[in-house]
Each structure stands twice: as C-alpha cells, then as structure tokens.
Nanobody, 124 residues
C-alpha cells in the first residue's frame, strides 16, 4: 500500500513563498511519475505540476509556470513543490499523487494514489 502525506501548507501574503512536501511510504517513489494538483472551494481538482520518475523532466500548468518548481528526492522518498510569487488565486487544498495509469499526466485519472491534502491560503 502506497501512502502519501503532504505538509508545508499555511497562510501567506501575496507575493510570498511556500514549500510543500509529500512524504511517500510503502513503495519507492522512483517507481512513479509524481504530480501536484489543487482544488479550490466549489471548483474541480486541477493539475498543477508533474515530474517524471527520474526527475529529469517537469511539466506545469500555465497558471503556475515560472512561479512554481516541482522536484523530487528519490533517496528520501519525497516530492516537493516550491511556490513563489504566490497570488490569492493560488488558494486551494494541494494534493500530491502517484501516477500509475497511462493517461495524460494532467488528468486525475492517471493517478492511483493520493495524499490527504494540505491547505494553502494566500491573502491579498
């Protein structure tokens, strides 16, 4: 059983930064492409970023490109999301997920394992 636990969320002012972590247990994180998604109140869960198993390639939603960085430490079985220049519209619950299925990494359907989420709130 793969378990994912996010941490690092909180309240920050617009323009600030946060670093989210996702600790994975049960299986080596190197087995999976990993993603970050977010869900704001009343909205569907949306793709934020993806990193391939080796860490060599990353993908971002247009809304966060240039502000967010995704990285992984396979030795520590941990995924990260560095969020800079935060905006109020970045407010959401952020989830990490492990990709298992062959559908697009931007789709929630590609991911079989999910964390419980961590709240990020950006004040204006």
């Amino acid at each position: 059983q793969v378990q994912l636990v996010e941490s690092g969320g909180g309240l920050v002012q617009a323009g600030g930064s946060l670093r989210l972590s996702c600790a994975v247990s049960g299986r080596p994180i190197s087995n999976y492409g990993m993603g970050w998604f977010r869900q704001a109140p009343g909205k569907e869960r949306e793709f934020v970023a993806h990193i391939v198993r080796s860490g060599g390639t990353t993908y971002f939603a247009d809304s966060v490109k240039g502000r967010f960085t995704i990285s992984r430490d396979n030795g520590k079985n941990t995924l990260y999301l560095q969020m800079n220049s935060l905006k109020p519209e970045d407010t959401a619950v952020y989830y990490c997920a492990a990709r298992v299925y062959g559908t697009s990494w931007t789709s929630t359907l590609a991911y079989a394992y999910w964390g419980q989420g961590t709240q990020v709130t950006v004040s204006s």
